[in-house]
Every structure is written in C-alpha cells, then in structure tokens.
RNA sequence: GGCCCCUUGGUCAAGAGGUUAAGACAUCGCCCUUUCACGGCGGCAACAUGGGUUCAAUUCCCGUAGGGGUCACCA
C-alpha cells in the first residue's frame, strides 16, 4: 500500500450508538491507525425523516469517550468537507448531472402511481420482483428539458447496464460477483433533491480521498452499483472491507429498537468503558496471537484484516462481564473512587462510610460499577433476618452457636480499642482460641450478626472495621436479642 | 422467492490437507480461604449434512440443510 490509507465512519444520526456501531468505527479506526493512514468521520444525514435530535452529538460523545478520534470530521473541520452531507446538497446535483452526460443516470419524472402500478403482479418478472422499467430512459433531451422547465418533479436513477456482471475483490470475503440485471435503476437523487446513500457515498467517498470503504455487510451485494459509478465518472474504485454483523441471537441482530445495548447504556449500568471497547474489537475479528485483554494502543498493533470474521457474531455480555472485571481489578484505587462515584451516590448507604477501605474491598469483587449499591446497602440498612442465615456447614454454625457466642464476643469486643482489619482480625482469633472454638464459627457468626447479609464484600474484620465500634456493638447487642 | 454471503463446543474463536482440533467466557468439580470474591488446578463440551478430489479431508470442489443480507425517493 503505497498510498496513504484514509478511511471513515459514516453513521447517519438517527438514535443511540449501539455496539455494531461502534465496532464498524472501532475496525475502520484500527485499520487506518495500523497503516499509519487517516480516520475521518462524516454524517450521512440525507433523510430528514430519520434525523433524531441530538443523535449527532452522541456520535462525536461516543467516539470520544471510547478514545476513538478522527482527524477529520464535522466538529473538527479538515481539507475536504463539509462533512455533514447535508451540506453538500449541491455537490451531489452537480456531480449527479455529469452521470447524465455520460449516459449512466438519467430523469426520471414517474409519478408515484405509475410506480406504484408497477409493483402489480402483472408486471412482475417470473420471481415476482418488479424493477423499474427504464421508462424515462428512453426521454429525449428535449422531452426532459421541457419537463424541468414545466417543474415537474423529479429523480435521478443510475442507469445499470442491462446485461453483464460486476465483479470486485471484498478483503474480507473475497470476490463477490452480481449479476447487472439483478439490479435496480436506482435513485440517485430524491424529489426534494438530496441524494440516496448510494449516491452521496460514492460522491463524498471519492472527493474526500477515502480508498479504503470499511462498513456492513448489508452493502455486499450493491457493490458492484457503486463500482459503475467509479467507472462511469473515471474515478479509481476504492478498496472494500465488509464487516458481519453483531448478533442478538442466532437469527436477530442487536438493535437499539428492542432495548439492546449500547454503548451509553452499557457505561451507565457501570461496565469498564475500556472492557467494552476492547470487548466489541473481539466480536468477529481475532489477533494473531490470541491476546484477548487489549488496550487500543495494543488493538492497533495486532489489528490485521484476515483476522476478522465473515459469520456473524452473537453478542455475550457474560464475556464482557468477566472482560470488565478484569479491568475492575486492575483501576487504580483513585480511578476507582472517581468512576465508582455516581454508583457510590446510588446507594443508601451513601457517606455512611469509610470510602477508601470499601473501594479495596469492593474492587476485586465486582465485576461493574452497577453492583456497588446493591453491595454495600447493608451498611445503612439493618432489619431483622432470618436467623438462618447463621447456619453454615462448613464452617459448623448454626443459630445455636450464635446464641452462644455472640454474648461472650460482645463483652469482649466492648473492650477493644484498635478496630483496624489486622488488630480485630487478631484479636477475634485469639477470642476463638480462648473459647476453645474454631475460628470461623466466631468470624462466621460475627459476620451474619453485624451485617444481616449473607454475601458481603469482605469477612468478619473487615465489616467489623467498616462499621466501627459503635455500630459493631449496636447491632450486636439487637442481633443477640433477637436470637433470645 | 431471485440474487449475494456465511456455517468449528452453549458463546467468542485458533487451525487452512496428515493436530491428542488450541485458547477464552459460561458451566461443573476440587484446592486456597473469615462469607463472597480473587487466585490455582481439573472436568464436560465442537468441525451442519451428503457426495466427490486425494494415500489422507474440519481444511479443496459440488449439492443439500440451516442462518444472515438484499431486492425503498433508509442508510
């Protein structure tokens, strides 16, 4: 590749970004990084009718979040736009019209009933498919120039060749072949006079000096359209990269429509952004290597096209999961803090607590921010519980040896001073040892008596040490009276 | 339905003619252990199917089945 690589994400701001999304821009990014190329985004906001307010800004929010820039883009400027097609109306017309001239589009001035005459059966080919006729092909220059002048509305179809078979090489799946009849006239430019995603593709694609065409699947098979358009204008074609889609399930893919995740709505049940990120790169794409942990930096390196996958790929957020803990576990306590702060303020336990001590507990045991409230209620919330919480096998415990710890253990706890994890968790032993009971029938009971709660982010001294001595003792003395 | 594409465990996936068919998640079991985790060790589990080609096919070819995409004045 002599030639400098650029290439680009073109969302159409029509919603929330979800994970396909995101990993179509991740591909795209990680392939023009590789190649020491360019990454550029641009807006394909020709269809007013899906323009969602406010979708734009969540773009540019979740690349920049996900760390994914762009060196050229509608927020950042650069040598070739304006990057927000929307704004380019008149390049598209301008461009559309030397299509005419060299006979590979034409006007087309059907009415909508005449086209929708068309989808009659009876004019149907023997699979049922009706194509446009290429009626307005056969207009003459004058029919058409006295049409305009009478402003009567319009489109611009490309003009396929009515026989033959465009052929291209994809990088990820090879040559793909399409037959010319297979292919609809297309509408190039609509009545309101903004251009088609096929059009404005090929037109921004080429003026903006994209060589590489990275996006999904679903633009397999109408490849070979926009090739005739490269053609017909004398335009190098660019190379293609078709990406398989992220699967909900075997037979859906993730859509925003039915709730499924994304990126946002992940970050807000408190995955590591990292994870996630690192999380879509794996879905449908493998490093040489099998790394499977990757930072972006590292995802650049080992990024290479063959690696991706040509089936489509189920999304499994048990993987991301476990993928998100593993960063969990290695956040700095103060990145911890910071990142954990908005889930910390979620819990009723808010500021009722030692807040250092509980992000070394907490942090190798969750796997996302969402877990932390409900981890850590128990510190303000202390019912009445079941007592049968008490019993543990293992540990030979039971509600019996409760009643007959516990009072011995509050005296004795009343006594020290030193309510740090080491000096209670020495202490305790030794309380054990005196008693001549085994150590975790002490901690055991201990634990269930101070928190009520079976799981717990820590053992006996720890909780103990989170509670302090005088919510220790408190809710001590209720546990043993409840026990009575 | 036509056309294009895809098919390795439950999931993500290595492997590209000869392998005991990797690894990860999930799951199960054991160890560690003051609960839960973390960590360590181990188990279960896959080449959709039928024909070829070949000394040898998970790997190459053809068919079948299953799945996805596309057939819009949406992208």
Redesign the pocket.
């Known amino acids: 590749m002599s030639e400098k690589v650029r290439t680009r994400f ?1 969302p ?1 701001p029509t919603g929330y970004m979800h994970i396909g999304n995101l990993r179509s821009a991740l591909y795209g990014y990680l392939f023009a990084m590789k190649e020491k190329g360019e990454f550029i985004l641009r807006i ?1 906001d ?2 007013q ?2 323009y969602v307010d406010g979708a734009t800004q969540i773009i540019y929010d979740t690349l920049a979040d996900a760390g994914i820039s762009y060196s050229e883009g509608p927020d950042k400027g650069g040598p070739y736009g304006p990057y927000l097609q929307s704004e380019r109306k008149e390049i598209y017309m301008e461009y559309a019209k030397k299509l005419i001239e060299k006979g590979a589009a034409y006007y087309c001035f ?1 009415t ?1 009933e005449r ?1 929708a005459s068309m989808k009659d059966t009876s004019v149907a080919d023997s ?5 446009y006729d290429k009626h307005c092909l056969s207009l003459t220059k004058e029919e058409v120039e006295a049409n305009l002048k009478a402003g009567i ?1 319009f ?1 611009i179809r490309q003009n396929i060749p009515p026989e033959g078979k465009g052929t291209y090489h994809d990088m990820v ?7 010319y009849k ?1 292919m ?1 006239d ?2 190039l430019i ?3 006079g ?1 251009p ?3 059009f404005a593709n090929v037109v921004d694609d080429h003026l903006m000096h994209i060589n590489y065409v990275i996006r999904g ?6 490849t070979p359209k926009y090739n005739l358009m490269y053609d017909a204008f004398g335009w190098e074609r660019p190379h293609y990269m078709h990406l398989s ?1 992220v ?1 909900k399930d ?4 993730l859509s925003k429509r039915n709730g499924d995740a994304s990126y946002q709505d992940l970050v807000a049940k408190g995955y590591v952004k990292e994870a996630i990120l690192n999380y879509i790169a ?5 490093p ?1 290597d ?1 790394s ?1 942990k990757m930072t972006l930096a590292e995802m650049v390196e080992k990024f290479s096209v063959d ?1 991706l ?6 999304y ?1 957020e ?2 991301l ?2 993928l998100s ?2 960063y969990m ?1 290695e956040l700095s306590d103060e990145e911890f803090k910071k990142r954990a702060q908005p889930f910390f303020e979620q819990s009723k336990a808010y500021g009722k607590y030692d807040e250092d001590l509980l992000v070394k507990l907490l942090k ?2 969750i796997e996302i921010f969402g877990e932390i409230p409900a981890k850590i209620d128990f510190l303000e919330e202390y019912d009445a519980f079941d007592p049968s919480l008490y019993d ?1 096998k ?2 030979k415990c039971n509600k019996e040896v409760a009643k007959a710890i516990l009072p011995k253990l509050y005296e004795a706890m009343k006594g020290w001073e030193d309510y740090s ?1 080491a000096a209670l ?1 020495e202490a305790l032993v030794a309380f054990a040892a005196a008693e001549g009971v085994k ?2 029938q002490v ?2 009971c201990l ?1 269930i008596a101070i928190t009520g709660a ?9 909780m103990a040490e989170l509670l302090g001595k005088q919510r220790c003792l408190d809710r001590l003395q209720r546990a043993i009276s409840a026990l009575s």
């Open positions: 073109a159409s394909e020709t269809d009718n899906r059907c909508p086209l699979n049922g498919v009706t194509r509305p489109v799946f090879g040559d793909v072949t399409v037959d297979d609809e297309g509408i609509k009545s309101d903004m088609t995603y096929n699947v679903e633009y397999l098979s109408s889609p699967m075997a037979q859906h893919k794996l879905l449908g794409w493998a040489k099998n499977e690696g996958s040509k089936s489509p790929s189920i499994d048990a993987k999961r476990w803990g593993e576990k190798s045991r543990n293992k540990q994890n968790y150590n975790g901690l055991w634990r079976s799981v717990t982010p820590g053992g006996a001294s720890e």
